[in-house]
């Protein structure tokens, strides 16, 4: 040890870092003492206040590796990478803290973004497979906007597949920041995993929030992955999974939501779909299913909207089409791409233009925002 | 005795002169040949051979040796048959030696002593310095068309032999064919219905020269698409015409009837292609890839996805310079490859993926289909289009679609309008002629630089996006480009999310 370790985060940052740590062996070690004091007695060789017995897999050549290690370790150093992240060590002393009640709360938490997005506020967890259809994707991308549209924050892993495609969704519901959405890793926060997923990461990073328990530097490995499934459960008052296997990673957080009382509900899939036959499960369990958007905002309270009359989340026209400096073609084109999603080709039917003078009105409409062009297809917003 | 005869092989498209030298002496009988020929090269011995005898000629009970000069020149194929027939003929003193110094030949000979073509007769034809040659009859246009002037044929060696000894009537000269009508067998664009962006987005390639991606479930017309844009094409000029024959013959394609290629070619090489298939090469002999092939017309790969990714990337620099440089340890070449590319491919592996819900695919299919197509390679389609199928309604009861006249008589306008700014087509302004070329309106400017910042263009991008912008204003018959023909380029340029993988 080089330092004194002036702050309770700090040291569990410290403590966080040891080779092979997980949240309950971090408990075992804190002990019930304050954190630079668990710190202080490890890199002396000793366990902090009341240790009790030791968690499986803890053998003293085990605790003597931490003792060695944590004398090696810089807290000032630490400190500098956390500021150099941007990354805010949140404790149970925190404000804002969201584990206070939860049975299996994380000793540390890492957090890059809109800590505000952790004040208690209707949040639901989109979870499921990496492994998805094409159909489970664009579901979840639905629902994720449908949710952050309705007012909810829509949670989850930031892993390929449902989970992204979920981000992706909130994200796009609203320009204004912070977007509704918090994606909880089991990584570090400076370790994109998936790569794939690199844009969206840096996104969530500056709209969103990224959550991990795990400290900078940590690589995936495959036990973090269901250890953090149960912080997205914690987090949720209700929890959706989109597409599950019938084993899978999206099952294990609707367990860890069940054992916490939340609501577990699932996206009813094609008996035929491999990817629907976990969810499917789920729902022949007595899960409540979910067919829209307003399906869960209802579980959640925000449904039906005080306004009276209020659209569906996530099935309103994209813009009101009436009035500003809109011009008749664009008015047009807005109109038939409100139901979502439209071929360039049928565009050019319906409005009986010529195609380049469609092509420029679908240009400029996108430059303003209105609409998205993925290929040929108007996309709505 | 000694003889030689003129003659020449064929390497990539260029052919080159080798001088057959036959020496016959007194000697135990016996056959030796050297000059680095290849197995199908040496096995003349015995064509050459039965060929002599069924002329009713004399195969000489001698030590005949026979060298193949330039002797660091491997050669290969038959082509050196009846050179090599002639040279002993000469040399064993059946016909007069000097009567062949004025002459050169080239051909394949039967064991009944009949002359057959070679592959490559244009290479080869101007590639031998002698003032006369004599081919086999059904090569005659073929040679002519590499050579205008002292082609002549012969259909037999005897015919041949006769000619040369005074025995029989002398060689008919071949003259260049005449110009013919082409046969023209791709379809006509008033056969695509109900897809207007489509149409028009085919126009627009054919118009500038833009390279073309069809993304579409199967069913949805890509094929049929690709095929209809070489008939909007214009005539190949007389240069380009010259270059995609020789290819073509060095290649073994066959000729149309008139010899010269005059209309633009279409090229669909299968997906399983390989490397050398697709850009040229070889150990044997270094023949023309498929892209050569293409030269002037339509390079179409069907399945993109399927194509290997290595020889996918080799179509990069060929795509950039407009030729190919095959290089092998031994020799190099360089071979024409200016050709417009038009691909095709599904969305996913299942086929149904985009927009329309019923992919079958998961997440990591999807993911290994797309990743084969590397984003340099994309980044060459300067139109990319996701093709839906037409509905069914426009595809019986539709009004009838413009044909493929009246829309070539627009793609023709347009690349005339290119040549008089001195390139073959306005895909192909170079960057740095931009600002004269395709002068921008301010409004135009502004779309261009919100691009450029929302991170939607990149530098390459630009460029591109301006010469497409150029063919649409001359579509259109403008003279700068306006804001409607750039923000109608940048939206034929919008790439779909299921090519790239992205989450959205």
């Known amino acids: 040890m080089t330092g004194p370790v002036a702050t309770d985060a700090l040291a569990r940052s410290l403590l966080a870092s040891l080779h092979g740590m997980g949240p309950a062996r971090l408990a075992w070690l804190l002990g019930g003492a304050p954190a630079p004091e668990a710190f202080d007695a490890l890199c002396r060789g000793r366990i902090a206040g009341d240790p009790g017995p030791a968690p499986p897999g803890v053998t003293p050549a085990l605790v003597e590796r931490w003792t060695s290690d944590a004398r090696k370790l810089s ?23 969201p584990f206070a009640d939860d049975p299996d709360p994380p000793a540390v938490l890492f957090a890059r973004g809109h800590l505000e997005l952790l004040a208690p506020a209707p949040r639901a967890a989109l979870v499921g497979t990496r492994r998805c259809s094409a159909v489970g994707r664009q579901v979840a991308y639905q629902l994720g906007r449908g949710l952050a549209e309705g007012g909810a924050v829509v949670v989850s892993g930031l892993a390929s597949g449902i989970d992204g495609a979920a981000h992706a969704g909130a994200l ?210 | 005795m000694f003889a030689t005869v003129a003659s020449a092989v064929v390497e990539g498209v260029d052919g080159h002169p080798v001088s057959v030298e036959v020496h016959v002496s007194p000697g135990l009988p016996g056959y030796t040949m050297v000059g680095l020929p290849d197995a199908s090269c040496r096995e003349s011995r015995d064509r050459v051979r039965a060929a002599i005898l069924s002329s009713g000629l004399v195969w000489p009970q001698k030590r005949v040796t026979i060298n193949l000069a330039p002797s660091g020149l491997r050669k290969h194929g038959a082509s050196l048959d009846l050179p090599i027939a002639l040279g002993i003929l000469a040399a064993s003193e059946q016909i007069e030696a000097e009567r062949l110094e004025s002459f050169g030949a080239v051909g394949e000979l039967g064991l009944d002593g009949s002359l057959r073509p070679v592959n490559g007769l244009v290479c080869l034809a101007g590639a031998i310095e002698r003032p006369r040659i004599v081919v086999p009859e059904p090569g005659g246009a073929e040679a002519a068309i590499g050579r205008p002037e002292g082609v002549e044929v012969a259909a037999t060696l005897r015919q041949l032999v006769d000619a040369l000894r005074g025995d029989g009537p002398p060689l008919s000269p071949v003259r260049p064919p005449e110009r013919c009508e082409p046969d023209d067998r791709c379809g006509d664009l008033a056969d695509v219905r109900g897809q207007p962006l489509a149409r028009w987005a085919v126009e627009v390639a054919a118009a500038g020269g833009h390279h073309l991606l069809l993304v579409g479930p199967p069913g949805s017309g890509k094929t049929m698409l690709a095929s209809r844009l070489v008939g909007l094409l214009p005539d190949l000029t007389r240069a380009d015409a010259l270059a995609a024959t020789r290819v073509h013959s060095a290649a073994g394609v066959t000729l149309p009837a008139c010899g010269l290629v005059r209309r633009p070619p279409l090229r669909a090489p299968h997906h399983a292609a390989s490397l050398v298939a697709l850009v040229g090469g070889g150990t044997a002999n270094l023949r023309p890839g498929e892209i050569s092939c293409a030269h002037g017309g339509v390079l179409f790969l069907d399945e993109l996805g399927e194509f290997s990714p290595v020889a996918l990337d080799a179509l990069r620099q060929p795509l950039e310079e407009g030729v190919v440089r095959v290089t092998r340890a031994a020799r190099a070449a360089t071979l024409p490859a200016r050709f417009l590319l038009v691909a095709a491919m599904n969305p996913c592996p299942c086929g149904e993926g985009g927009t329309s819900g019923r992919c079958r695919c998961t997440e990591p299919a999807r993911a290994r289909y797309t990743r084969r197509l590397s984003g340099p390679l994309l980044d060459r389609f300067d139109i990319r289009l996701e093709v839906a199928p037409p509905a069914p309604h426009m595809l019986l009861d539709g009004p009838a679609e413009e044909p493929s006249a009246v829309v070539a008589s627009r793609v023709h306008r347009v690349r005339a309008l290119a040549a008089e700014r001195g390139v073959a087509a306005n895909a192909l302004i170079p960057p740095g002629r931009l600002d004269e070329l395709a002068p921008l309106r301010p409004e135009a400017r502004a779309v261009l630089r919100a691009a450029l910042v929302a991170g939607q263009l990149t530098g390459r991008g630009l460029a591109r996006v301006r010469t497409v912008a150029r063919t649409l204003a001359d579509l259109r018959g403008l003279d700068d480009l306006d804001e409607a023909s750039v923000s109608a380029a940048l939206s034929l340029r919008a790439v779909p999310a299921s090519v790239l993988g992205v989450p959205r």
Not at chain 1, 75 to 97: F, K, M
Not at chain 1, 175 to 199: E, F, I, M, S
């Open chain 1, 75 to 97: 807290p000032p150093a630490a400190a500098d990478a956390l500021d150099r992240h941007g990354v805010t060590a949140l404790t149970p002393a925190s404000p804002g803290w």
């Open chain 1, 172 to 381: 796009a519901a609203t320009a204004a920041d912070p977007a509704p959405t918090v994606a909880v890793v089991g990584t570090g926060l400076d370790q994109v995993y998936p790569a794939v997923n690199r844009g969206l990461w840096a996104e969530m990073g500056e709209r969103g929030l990224l959550l991990s328990e795990s400290p900078l530097g940590t690589r995936p490995e495959p036990w973090r992955f269901p250890a953090r499934n149960r912080l997205i459960a914690g987090l949720c008052a209700v929890t959706v999974v989109v597409e599950s296997h019938s084993r899978g990673g999206a099952l294990l957080t609707a367990n860890e939501a069940a054992d916490r009382g939340t609501t577990v509900m699932a996206v009813p899939g094609a008996i035929t779909s491999s990817a629907s036959a976990g969810s499917n499960q789920l729902l022949a369990d007595g899960c409540p299913p979910v067919c829209s958007a307003a399906d869960i905002l209802h579980q959640l309270g925000l449904w039906p909207p005080s306004g009276i009359g209020a659209p569906e989340p996530g099935a309103e026209p994209c813009v009101a089409t009436e009035g500003g400096d809109i011009g008749p073609l664009a008015r047009l084109i807005l109109q038939e791409a409100s139901a979502g999603s439209i071929h360039v080709d049928r565009l050019v039917t319906v409005t009986g233009r010529a195609v380049p003078e469609v092509m420029a009105e679908l240009q400029r409409l996108q430059a303003q925002g209105l609409i998205r062009l993925d290929g040929s297809t108007v996309l709505c917003g």
